[in-house]
């Protein structure tokens, strides 16, 4: 079964535009994290956040936030006045207790800022 | 400096051959993956080792064999390539439970 969530496969915005990306998880575990990664074109996988399940303060870097809601198991992350640079594949994971520390991603948004 | 390194970045091998994906972590992690990435970019753990043992092993063909000769290195031999092979194939380290993987540049590999 699907354990995470990305609906939203690819999504275009035009330059300077905010973009929410969607992600919604599925755990029997009360203890778990949750990450987000980015994919540029160049394809490495460049770690953004974690956070744990205990944890659901929002939090903001840069551009970048994060909004986490335990009562819909949803972990969204926003991307504000963006630009170019953020064009890449976008994914959420979860890590569960009992996982061994194994990443569950979700398939990914493909996200493309048009100039 | 790079923190995790995983050559040869691209792979062009025929069915049937043998080939092996080398791995290093110079970040004192005792945790280190094999992930792989499907055409449609869709990421899935293989294979964990923790300090050298073998922690997780998914449904993976046996043609597939991780092997850790210390817990800063993790290599990935594949026998008898198939055309179903090809995919990019991630290493990665992570320092303890829950905390983030950082992951290789990918080893892009394609089966013909």
């Known amino acids: 079964a699907q354990k995470v969530t990305q609906a939203q496969t690819e999504i275009s915005v035009v330059e300077k535009e905010d973009v929410t990306l969607d992600c919604v998880y599925e755990t029997r575990d009360t203890t778990y994290y949750l990450f987000w990664y980015k994919q540029p074109p160049s394809g490495e996988l460049v770690f953004l956040i974690r956070r744990n399940s205990f944890d659901e303060q929002n939090e903001i870097s840069g551009r970048y936030s994060w909004n986490f809601q335990k009562s819909t198991s949803s972990f969204n992350f926003t991307i504000t006045a963006s630009q170019v640079v953020d064009s890449a594949v976008y994914f959420c994971a979860l890590s569960e207790a009992g996982g061994n520390n194994r990443l569950a991603f979700g398939k990914g948004n493909q996200v493309v800022v048009i100039p | 400096d790079t923190a995790v390194s995983q050559t040869p970045k691209y792979l062009v091998t025929q069915m049937g051959n043998d080939k092996s994906i080398k791995c290093e972590q110079n970040l004192g992690h005792d945790t280190m993956y094999w992930y792989k990435q499907d055409s449609k970019k869709f990421l899935k753990i293989m294979f964990s080792y923790n300090n050298k043992e073998l922690i997780i092993n998914e449904t993976v063909p046996n043609r597939f064999s991780p092997k850790s000769p210390d817990k800063a290195h993790l290599n990935l031999h594949i026998n008898s390539l198939e055309l179903g092979d090809s995919a990019v194939y991630f290493c990665?380290?992570?320092?303890?439970?829950?905390?983030?993987?950082?992951f290789g540049q990918g080893t892009r590999l394609t089966v013909v």
């Open positions: 990665a380290s992570s320092q303890e439970r829950f905390t983030e993987a950082f």
